[in-house]
């Protein structure tokens, strides 16, 4: 699949902001005054930028009102509601927070919980296509939801469960790679079965059906991201997981510390994410003998 | 509301014969014709007299070569469009409701006034029948030429998808597969009519008519040609030489 820029900031820089106001939500950390504007505007910048940047591939973004009327099927239309209504129902936490110091689980609470849905709605969009076998899987939920997890607390300054979730974060990265790797096989899908033709014998493709490239080719057969995809792996890995549980296991907490750790952190999850589009391949691509 | 009908009255669909078409690429053309110049958003092409031209099509002909156990290859054109499935998951992640599947014939539609071109539908698509165009911003597919099909304007033999009407060799069906007793499920009963990629579960309207098995062992005619009995030095030279 094709790794849209505006798509994997999206999903990466969300995920961390919704992950940071479940903490916040829940109480973990309760700033109080100036502290808390600086802090909520923190977790409120990065989920509201990352749903902005969602709107950049779209072809005709000025309809996006619309998206929310599908909520009974679609999982791109219950993200919308999902994230409109924790960042409306976090408002009040961050108000309380910042002009009387004081912290409200009345909102905080369903606000966590909610944060996490909402997470759990973007994950969905990419888990529910049965075309693409390497994200439908429970490990694209997984991941989506312990990537906020494990950003949100590095922000929180939450040192001990930080390191946990980044370790969590880091098996679960194994996992998805080496599960993943297997999916397109087991699915089952080849030219064969794609053509029908399997009945006569071996199928390959003769010649395509023109001579340049098309919308689907350039949406769904990326094949540059597979030739560096040992180095990406261990690269997300390393930065995503080990260095900020490394760093937040061994220094002090404090602003460098976490700043240090995020940054790490944010490092794999690009790499991270932008694999996951890179090497997901789509079915499609066997009606042009490639994947 | 994208939820799928639970039945639909009729399942129009085409039914195409593997076995007969020619790969001409007529359809391609006479369907971008169309729909062109008709229903919803023209069919952009982009930079199409330069270096890297590339537009949107409803129907491209792929050519597969299929190699049996035994005997020569065969080459099979392969028209494909939207199959108009009966599960299609292209119309249930649409977050606007601009995708959606008629419940009096079975037709999948874009409401393109409605739809935010976000690609989700082409990505739920196996068979890859849906294209986001590049000038319009919203994504087109087959409508089956439903502005033909039903169009009392239009003589009684050009009510049928411009791809039918079109294809020289008679390769492209179109009728209601949901009644079993119309002319095209009575071909795919027949001659075996498939399904693509069965195995997701798509359910597709449409069906392919498999090429028939071939009837009698390909001629070989280079055989006599290549088999030069050798005279004179030549076949002196020819004897000699088998015996090392």
């Known amino acids: ?291 | 509301m994208t939820e799928l009908p639970v039945s639909t009255k009729k399942k129009l669909g085409l039914v195409i014969d593997l076995d007969i078409c020619v790969g001409c690429h007529a359809c391609v053309t006479s369907c971008k014709g169309w729909n062109t110049e008709n229903y919803g958003a023209p069919l952009s092409d982009m930079d199409a007299y330069g270096a890297d031209p590339s537009g949107t099509f409803l129907n491209r002909v792929h050519s597969f070569e299929v190699q049996p156990e035994t005997g020569p290859a065969q080459t099979i054109h392969f028209p494909k469009s939207c199959l108009h499935c009966e599960d299609a998951p292209c119309v249930t992640v649409c977050p606007t409701g601009a995708s959606y599947k008629r419940e009096e014939d079975g037709i999948v539609l874009v409401n393109e006034s409605a739809c935010i071109g976000c690609g989700l539908c082409a990505w739920a698509c196996p068979y890859g029948a849906r294209e986001l165009d590049q000038a319009a911003g919203v994504m087109k597919k087959c409508t089956l030429c439903i502005d033909r099909i039903y169009n009392e304007n239009l003589p009684e033999v050009d009510r049928v998808p411009a791809c039918v009407r079109t294809c020289p060799a008679g390769a492209r069906h179109f009728g209601d597969l949901g009644d079993p007793d119309s002319a095209v499920s009575q071909l795919v009963a027949d001659r075996g009519g498939m399904d693509l990629m069965p195995e997701l579960g798509t359910k597709p309207v449409n069906k392919y008519l498999p090429p028939r098995p071939k009837d009698r062992t390909p001629a070989k005619p280079l055989d006599p040609i290549a088999d030069v009995q050798a005279t004179g030095l030549a076949g002196w030279l020819d004897r000699l030489l088998e015996k090392f």
């Not at chain 1, 969300?14 to 505007?41: D, H, K, R």
């Not at chain 1, 009945?199 to 949406?219: A, C, D, Q, S, W």
């Not at chain 1, 976490?258 to 790499?271: E, R």
Request: net charge positive; aromatic share 12%.
């Open chain 1, 1 to 291: 699949m094709h790794p849209a820029p505006s798509v994997i900031v999206f999903t990466v820089l969300s995920g961390l902001g919704l992950g940071f106001l479940t903490y916040l939500g829940l109480g973990v950390i309760q700033p109080e005054g100036l502290n808390a504007f600086l802090i909520y505007g923190i977790a409120y910048g990065f989920a509201v930028g990352g749903l902005m940047a969602s709107t950049f591939h779209l072809g005709n973004p000025q309809r996006a009102l619309k998206a929310f009327t599908q909520w009974r099927t679609s999982w791109l239309s219950r993200e919308a509601w999902f994230s409109v209504v924790t960042l409306l129902l976090m408002a009040p936490v961050a108000l309380f927070a910042i002009f009387t110091g004081f912290h409200t689980a009345t909102f905080g609470l369903p606000g966590a919980g909610l944060a996490l849905a909402t997470v759990f709605c973007t994950s969905m969009i990419y888990a529910q296509l049965k075309t693409v076998p390497r994200w439908n899987h429970w490990t694209t939920p997984a991941l989506f939801l312990v990537f906020a997890l494990a950003g949100g607390a590095i922000l929180s300054g939450a040192a001990s469960a930080a390191v946990v979730l980044c370790l969590v974060l880091g098996v679960l990265l194994v996992v998805s790679f080496v599960t993943g790797d297997g999916r397109f096989a087991a699915r089952g899908s080849t030219m064969e079965t794609a053509t029908g033709l399997g009945r006569i014998g071996k199928v390959r493709l003769f010649e395509p059906p023109h001579t340049g490239t098309n919308y689907l080719m350039r949406e769904m057969i990326h094949l540059v991201g597979r030739k560096h995809r040992a180095r990406l792996r261990v690269i997300s890995i390393l930065f995503a997981s080990l260095l900020p549980a490394l760093v937040l296991a061994v220094l002090p907490v404090g602003v460098p510390t976490i700043v240090l750790a995020l940054t790490l952190h944010l490092i794999g999850a690009f790499a991270a994410r932008w694999l996951f589009f890179a090497e997901a391949e789509h079915v499609v691509g066997l009606y042009y003998g490639a994947r």
